[in-house]
């Protein structure tokens, strides 16, 4: 990863002490932003998840006016950039009891916008199953924290081209998301996402996608859902924050209507969204 | 956390790049070992889990005799000391999958051994169950991972002195493990720990007990315990790389034979075996 620039705490560096709670626990949360043309993408929508994830694991989230101020920095040379936000509990005291007295570590830098982040996949793309499962924990469900081993397992399970990205479902076999990414199902004129209350991460792009979908005449739903119904979808997406909404074309080898006229339209709205802000 | 002496890659330095997989996603594991006049206790034991670790999560183990020179290098000024080894999958390169040409990461680094540690707590401890529950990964299980988030919320519920240690059961309600240590119980001539194929660190003195325990007349077994199962027990005993083995005189109330007499035999048994090396 060849990092343009990094401050932590405010300071050019990009080096964090071996006591850190990330490095340590994996405590802490993060958050990956696009930064184009002068703009922070979805920047208030990345702060609401970044602050729900300091209240569930005990962190107290920076003012996020010193994160934006910081932020600006580190992009404003450079046209389009990925900007990365961690923020972890501080340094470790005594084993996994946070000291209060340690204050939170706030680490941001960018790195090169890819163009395998470009939302134009018009022709979709392939998916498939992981073996890998997500395990549930309420406390942890929606947030973006630092322990990500079960996203790691998972995208080690394929290499190359292959496949370009692999889905998840929990121990009860309920399809919960991509291993970067939410997934949506389209049926008739309802827009269906899993329920992610008990595990998987809120993408930002998810809840715009559930944001928008009713002024489009669509329905929402948010629910359970079983690996078995996939036959009875007509379109399948995912969401990312970098690469937005992408039509997929097969899922385990079922093939979906790609692009799929509501992805379409999904996507035209959402490319609007961003142009008028 | 007072670091007296911190080696990366052999290098006295003690802080990591942001890009290291340890912190951006918990992508290592570590071993925490007591070193006293000279000797790294119970090394080759250690050495097997952070093989076990490595192989499971597609790390290469550094050669385990840099390791062993590393180590005493850092604790070799001292009488006693806590060696901390963490091992990374290096630096990310491209989000979830390893960039197949990065190298693992050693971090070495030592902190003061504490009176808390100490072994000789002969009337014993109190424990209680924590709300926080372990989920199941067959992966994961019994390595000494860096996602620790679930043992942090657990020992996030209590503060100060209202008990010693948390008691974690999985979400089928066994009983798994204590925060930072193993539990055994005993019921008349048998020793019986937890099952930890599905979670659960499996720890360096818990493999000694189940080794040392035949030789002293005593039956073994290893399964899964129901929580209620409980009050049928008459000792039960927590162990840990650092205090050993330590009886419980109470759980959420329950009260045992404090300290009893197998745990004893096995206290006292582990004290000798350790002289002996």
Same mark, same amino acid.
């Given at each position: 990863m060849s990092i343009i620039r990094c401050?932590?705490?405010g300071e050019d560096?990009?080096?964090?002490?071996? !006591?850190?709670?990330?490095? %340590?626990?994996?405590?802490?949360?993060?958050?990956?932003?696009?930064?184009?043309?002068?703009?922070?993408?979805?920047?208030?929508?990345?702060? %609401?998840?970044?602050?729900?994830?300091?209240?569930?694991?005990?962190?107290?989230?920076?003012?996020?006016?010193? @994160?934006?101020?910081?932020?600006?920095?580190?992009?404003?040379?450079?046209?389009?950039l990925i900007l990365k936000i961690i923020i972890t509990r501080g340094d470790s005291d005594k084993g996994y009891l946070?000291?209060?007295?340690?204050? !939170?570590?706030?680490? @941001?830098?960018?790195?090169?916008?890819?163009?395998?982040?470009?939302?134009?996949?018009?022709q979709g793309?392939?998916?498939?199953?992981?073996? %890998?499962?997500?395990?549930?924990n309420r406390k942890l469900a929606g947030i973006k924290h630092l322990n990500r081993l079960e996203q790691v397992l998972a995208r080690t399970e394929w290499d190359g081209d292959q496949y370009d990205e692999g889905i998840l479902t929990d121990l009860d076999d309920y399809l919960i998301s991509g291993t970067m !990414?939410?997934?949506f199902f389209v049926k008739d004129k309802t827009i269906i996402t899993?329920?992610?209350?008990?595990?998987?991460?809120?993408?930002?792009?998810?809840?715009?996608?559930l944001e928008l979908a009713p002024e489009l005449g669509f329905?929402?739903?948010?629910?359970?859902?079983? @690996?078995?119904?996939? !036959?009875?979808?007509?379109?399948?997406?995912?969401t990312n924050s970098l690469i937005k909404i992408c039509p997929i074309k097969s899922f385990n080898g079922r093939k979906f209507a790609s692009p799929g006229r509501v992805t379409i339209t999904l996507i035209n709205r959402l490319i609007n969204f961003l142009k008028e802000r």
């Open positions: 401050l932590i705490n560096k990009c080096e964090v002490p071996v !006591s850190d709670r990330g490095l %340590q626990y994996g405590h802490g949360v993060f958050e990956t932003i696009l930064y184009k043309s002068g703009n922070l993408q979805l920047w208030n929508k990345h702060m %609401q998840r970044l602050r729900l994830g300091c209240e569930r694991l005990e962190i107290d989230l920076p003012d996020t006016r010193t @994160l934006y101020r910081e932020a600006k920095k580190i992009c404003d040379d450079d046209d389009k946070p000291d209060k007295g340690a204050k !939170s570590r706030r680490i @941001l830098y960018t790195t090169a916008y890819l163009q395998r982040y470009q939302t134009e996949t018009p793309i392939d998916v498939a199953l992981c073996q %890998q499962k997500l395990t549930h !990414s939410n997934v899993p329920d992610l209350s008990l595990c998987g991460v809120n993408g930002i792009v998810r809840e715009l996608v329905e929402t739903n948010i629910r359970k859902i079983k @690996l078995n119904e996939i !036959s009875t979808f007509r379109e399948m997406f995912l």
